[in-house]
């Protein structure tokens, strides 16, 4: 590969590789990747903070399953990009964070912006790397961008010392290897025996997170649930790859939230879970029914058996392992034939689901004022009924209304904080979404505390000229610890949790954009026509009740970790 220095010889390799967005905030260390890139087909955005450019880069991943890059300056930039990093790490997200450093001349001499970036990343990273050849540069941003994807993605860190990356390239050639990896292994023997529990169930369950999303598993998962006829439940990064409208789905995996879920895990004498760690999110395994058969698929085989004993573990990639299990049943003459036995137990399931959703129907529909969360959440599930449409969340119980309101209908077009529940990337995901979705309506609800952490993502959005719709659920305070103290003390600690009535509205109308304030429920689709009609970043800002506890609050309440005494 010929380049001139170090610096050439990353943003080379970039290009080459397909690399479409460069997520960056600029600095004297990156200026020799930043002059090659800005004049080729990789199209950099820059943020005005470097969480918001690493949280871009964390959403474009997971929305497209390629590798998101993130280009930070060295010292402070870099360990601005913690807090998404972890949150990469948590969701398996295949994320490429590239730091400049001190030079390595003056290693430990007190240079400018030095720090042990590597040793900082490396807990935390799948691999951190430091190159200090400049003739292996390219050979570096290889290897840490393939390794990012390869077997569990996850978020790997590159550190390029600035000297390194301004060095002449000796001959101005560099050694440069490319290698695809596309293998997606499976378990026939575990496909065999999974289809011989299933074949005795009479109340299965088949829950699918991030691992098959990333697999790109959702046609393998409408084909097996229908071959099958047992109903399927979605979470994290799975949710859409089966629609919610689909007859054998019924939605999100939550078993602490008032859904479907809650009582199929504590009923299921056999829980088929594909690409899901069973985490906090299943009280650590207390939500299954604790005499079912349960049966873990997951690339990585750390994951089989935390924190709750499996019967059948199997290592395989989940759309490998759902296309060879639609195949061997039809092979056995099963296809149609177990779903008759499950019959009774998917009608259940759906009595369960009405029930759910006639409960949640008053607050839905509530004419109260301050508004109801959940009757928000409904008017943006109704005006967003597109197949493209996509919604996100952010925050602590304002991404729980999301979640339990939202109708998912196709894949990659909703995110979740994920375990590291790390509030403040809402922003930065929407304009992440933007880009991957130049064609559809993008909007994010969001609650106040969490939209403010990185508000002036609102001038990036307006600077490269991204249109969507921030609706947020504003309750004037940290709502979810407000209420955790309501319910662990007894009384809040408003000094602490209190925001009050910020005009965010106005807020984005002086950064360019166009603003909207609600406080009757009859006018928040009228707030959002306008909104979307407005061509702009656009903000609704809608006062609803802060005294409304949602349920993953409450769940939370009830665990023993969390409790105040």
Sequence with gaps: MHCANGGEAAARVLIDLGVEFVFTLTGGHLNHIHQILEKSQVRLIDT??????????????????????????????????????????????????????????????????????????????????????????????????????????????????????????????????????????????????????????????????????????????????????????????????????????????????????????AEADVALIIGHRISLNHYFGA??????????????????????????????????????????????GLSGRIGERYAPWVSELRAEKKRCLEAMTPFMTSDEMPIHPQRLVYEVDRFMDREDDVVLADGGDTLTWVHIGRTVRTPYRILDHGLFWCIGGGLPDTIAARLVYPDSRVMLVTGDGSFGFNFMEINTAIRKGLAFVVVVANDQSWGMIRHSQQLRLGYTLDSVTWLGPTPYHKMVEAAGGKGFYVERPEDIRPAIEAAFAAGTVACVNVMVDSEIISPASIALGQLGAYKID
């Design 48 to 265: 005005r903070h470097e969480q918001a450019a690493t949280f871009m880069a964390d959403a474009y991943a997971r929305m497209t399953g390629k590798t998101g890059v993130a280009m930070l300056t060295a010292g402070p930039g870099f360990t601005n990009c913690i807090s998404p990093l972890q949150q990469a790490a948590f969701n398996c997200t295949p994320l490429l964070v590239i730091a400049g450093a001190a030079g390595t001349d003056y290693r430990d001499k007190l240079d400018l912006q030095d720090a042990p970036q590597v040793a900082i990343a490396a807990p935390i990273v799948k691999a951190a790397y430091v190159c200090t050849q400049v003739e292996r540069v390219a050979e570096y941003v290889e290897m840490a961008y393939r390794t990012a994807r390869a077997g569990r993605p996850g978020p790997v860190f590159l550190e390029l010392p600035c000297d390194i990356l301004g060095k002449a390239m000796p001959g101005q050639t560099c050694v440069y290897h490319k290698t695809e990896v596309r293998s997606r292994p499976v378990d026939l023997d575990g496909v065999e025996q999974a289809i011989r529990y299933l074949e005795k169930a009479e109340r299965p369950i088949v829950v699918v997170g991030s691992g098959g999303g990333y697999a790109k598993a959702g046609e393998a998962l409408a084909h097996f649930v229908e071959k099958s006829g047992i109903p399927a439940f979605t979470c994290n990064m799975g949710r859409g790859l089966i629609s919610d409208l689909h007859p054998l789905s019924f939605g999100l995996a939550g078993p602490h939230r008032p859904l479907t879920a809650k009582k199929a895990y």
């Design 287 to 332: 939500s299954f029914n604790k005499d079912a058969v349960l049966i873990q698929v997951d690339v990585a085989g750390e994951e089989l058996g935390r924190n709750r004993a499996i019967a059948l573990p199997v290592v395989s990639d989940a759309r490998a392992f759902l296309e060879v299990a639609g195949d061997r049943l039809d092979a056995l």
